[in-house]
């Protein structure tokens, strides 16, 4: 136990030095200037639009992920589904590595389907189900609208997907272990998509997910009064998104903005016109999960007084069934009436 502890926080710690790290090397080559213009870029109808997309987007991620969970097993409510996915994503936002709220998720529904196993499962698929249409639609992007970036764009995404499978290759010739891993969650991939239907279903909310973050970047580029053509926007959208899905940053932070500043100077549109771009759509990222994250904690509270206000009542009325029966029936039948025979229907 206390190996894997030092491990987490080992983890932890990796990630809070390299995104800290990339931050630092970013603020001192471009100054604050761009970080505090994109902070004064927000305005209400800029965190409104921002609202309404992260709620298409989080009420597709939780469907694909309820998909997902009911093929194996432990599917739940779509609404919990919502609710639980606005806190995932919160925490992710502003705790370090991008992950911590998944892993949350997974054992917070666990608990409630009684398979931490399987509900940890689910959201391992769910997830890595989402980075591969992610990155298949950023290699489509780049083949079709990276060509105005001098040829850049793409052959870097690829370099950098070529250096993660490298290194996934060589990590499984060399362990056994890492073999095994990698075996189990290809079957469990195949087990939570199931059918080609499934397939397709969560392929489509994987779509309509990274679109509503593509569109989600581009209003905060032109919110930061950058002029970007809609193909170089796209293209430059995926490869930040892209760098953000990388699990080394701090609450998003880090990759995101180094990446965005390279992307804006390669497109000749200016590195600190990408970082206030990035800044915007960090700071949008977070405002526009509150009111779902609000709205769940109020519903789980509502949920929790109301079932615990009626359960005392129940228990009342069974005590006082269980006081009266030996006076009016014989042991066996006052048996049958327990509280216990009641729920099981005897």
Not at 59 to 71: E, L, P, Q
Not at 211 to 220: E, K, M, S, V, Y
Not at 302 to 325: A, I, K, M, N
Request: proline share 5%; glycine share 12%.
């Amino acid at each position: 136990m206390r190996a894997i502890v030092r491990s987490s926080w080992f983890g932890v710690a990796v990630r809070v030095i390299v995104g800290g790290g990339i931050l630092v090397a970013v603020a001192l080559h471009v100054g604050t200037g761009p970080f505090l213009h994109g902070l004064q870029s927000i305005d209400p109808p800029v965190i409104g639009a921002s609202i309404l997309l992260t709620a298409t987007a989080t009420a597709a991620a939780a469907w694909r992920w309820n998909v997902i969970a009911g093929r194996l097993g432990v599917g739940m409510p779509w609404p919990r589904a919502v609710g639980m996915y606005y806190r995932s994503q919160f925490i992710n936002s502003v705790l370090p590595g991008g992950v911590v709220g998944d892993v949350h998720r997974a054992v917070d529904h666990g608990r409630r389907a009684q398979s931490l196993a399987m509900a940890a499962r689910a959201v391992a698929v769910e997830r890595t189900v989402g980075q591969l249409v992610q990155l298949v639609l950023t290699v489509i992007v780049l083949a079709v609208a990276g060509a105005g970036f001098g040829g850049v764009l793409l052959p870097v995404a690829g370099a950098g997907v070529v250096l993660v499978v490298a290194v996934v290759a060589v990590a499984a010739l060399a362990s056994a272990r890492v073999r095994t891993v990698l075996r189990r969650e290809a079957a469990a991939v195949r087990l939570g998509l199931g059918s080609a239907t499934v397939a397709v279903r969560v392929v489509g909310a994987s779509i309509v997910v990274v679109a509503c973050h593509l569109a989600t970047f581009a209003i905060a580029t032109a919110a930061v009064g950058a002029s970007v053509p809609p193909l170089r926007m796209l293209a430059i959208a995926v490869v930040v998104l892209l760098a953000a899905s990388i699990p080394v940053n701090l609450g998003g932070w880090g990759p995101r903005e180094g990446a965005a500043g390279w992307a804006f100077a390669v497109a000749g549109f200016g590195t600190a016109a990408g970082i206030s771009a990035a800044t915007l759509f960090g700071v949008l990222a977070i405002l526009s999960l509150l009111p779902g994250v609000i709205a769940a904690a109020l519903a789980s509270i509502v949920h929790r007084r109301s079932h615990h206000g009626r359960l005392p009542v129940r228990d009342h009325q069974l005590r006082r069934l269980t006081r009266r029966l030996p006076r009016h029936g014989t042991p066996a039948e006052a048996g049958a009436l327990e509280p216990g025979g009641l729920r099981q229907g005897r």
